[in-house]
């Protein structure tokens, strides 16, 4: 007789795609969480038929992410349930390391080939653990990925150390062209090579090494076109390249897929050697670092080849934050200019201080004097100001923003002015000036 049951009457196999929605985690350091790192186990005591579809033999791949940084008798449980030929993510922390647990995995498996998601996060309370460099975790990743050999199953990696644990001992590059399946890759402070499959299937990837030039740059996203995010070296200077400077006799690559790309820091030649070798979509956004000209002004260092499209602008936002505390980052960039026209992607223009932190409010003035010096708006719909190095705003109206908005098609204009105040008279410290510069009559 049929159940009247509607769940009875479910498919196993529908049945563990279920358990699978609610077990997958796309951060595979996520599992340290409890929330997720009990979910196998709290599926599989739901009933007797779900934990016998969970612990039978065609649902190993419930049990396949693994974190060693669990307590070694759970890491030992789920490598047993998923056991066989099924692929496993796993998810290694200092912890881990500390424990014993990847040394005891890693004689499990001394290659990768059963790994098809692997997260490597040696950064994340690092100070508080004051461990050794990983020597041996290392020396696996850079076996196993700098060699000749391919590992055909890995489709994520991601790996975040600091500087100096992996300079002294990933001396070589690793090879994507030895993952013919990578989609997702994130890499801090470890270089890969130049040579690519003719067809990479990389959709996501943000990667940082010292070292990383141009050249570098252009040959990953030109073999990688599906990209539709991507970052370089947010946390390193990017090299002058030989042929920055000069006009590329290949024709630009077109990337249809891209949705964002981040170029760190480099010089004003580097970025513009880099931007003429592709055809961006115009629904892209497109994050630009650019270090500065000793001596010379922010407008200076904007490159030429964005001047058209800056004045063409039918949206422009100028931001020059204060920054609270020193944090030690040398690439902070506390200037910033943010536009898009009708017919080009969304830029994000960023420029660090020349020197000294000292000259930030002279220099935003600078900024603003020599934007509203530029060639009229013609199309400016809306621009935005975010400052907080000016004098009183009342002196802004006619000699900055009726530079920028003196045009008769301007749909929304607003000047938000951010400043410090006068905390003994405020009792604030910061708060946002709002002025309406909207005047009856743009031709007065």
Known sequence: ??????????????????????????DLQDLLKSEHASKPIQISSICKRWRDIALGPHSHFLWSQIHLGWPKDAVKMFLERSQGDDLISIGINQNGCASGTVSYFIDLFPSLDRIERLSVDWVTNVLNLNLVTPQALLSWISDSLGGERRVEN?????????????????????????????SDLRARYIAFDSLFLDTCCLTTADVTWDG????????????????????????????????????????????????????????????????????????????????RVTYGSIMKSFPDSLR???????????????????????????????????????????????????????????LLTDLSSMPEFFQLKEAQIFVRYLPDSDILPHRYWQSLASTKKARHQALRVQRRRNQKRSGHKERMGLWDPTPTNYDG
């Open 212 to 291: 990383m030039k141009a050249e570098d740059i252009i040959t990953f996203v030109v073999h990688s076109l599906a990209i539709e995010k991507v970052s370089f070296n947010s946390t390193h200077y990017i090299s002058e390249n030989s042929g920055a400077g000069s006009v590329s006799c290949r024709s630009p690559t077109a990337l249809s897929c891209l949705k964002s790309i981040t170029i760190g820091t480099c010089e004003k030649a580097t970025v513009e050697y880099i931007l003429a070798r592709f055809v961006f979509p115009e629904t892209c956004t497109i994050t630009l670092h650019i270090g």
């Open 1 to 26: 007789m049929e159940s009247r049951d509607p769940f009875q009457r479910v498919p196993d196999e529908l049945l563990r795609i279920i358990m699978w929605e609610c077990i997958f985690v796309e």
């Open 154 to 182: 890995l489709w994520q990696l991601h790996l975040k150390f600091s500087f100096g644990d992996v300079s002294n001992y990933m001396t070589k590059p690793l090879k994507v062209v030895n993952l013919p399946r990578i």
């Open 308 to 366: 058209p499209i800056l004045t063409s602008s039918v949206s422009l936002s100028v931001h020059s934050p204060r920054l609270e505390k020193w944090c030690g980052d040398y690439f902070e960039n506390p200037f910033g200019l943010s536009f898009h026209s009708p017919v080009s992607p969304h830029y994000v223009v960023r420029f660090g201080d020349w020197f000294t932190r000292g000259l930030r409010r002279e220099e935003s003035i600078r």
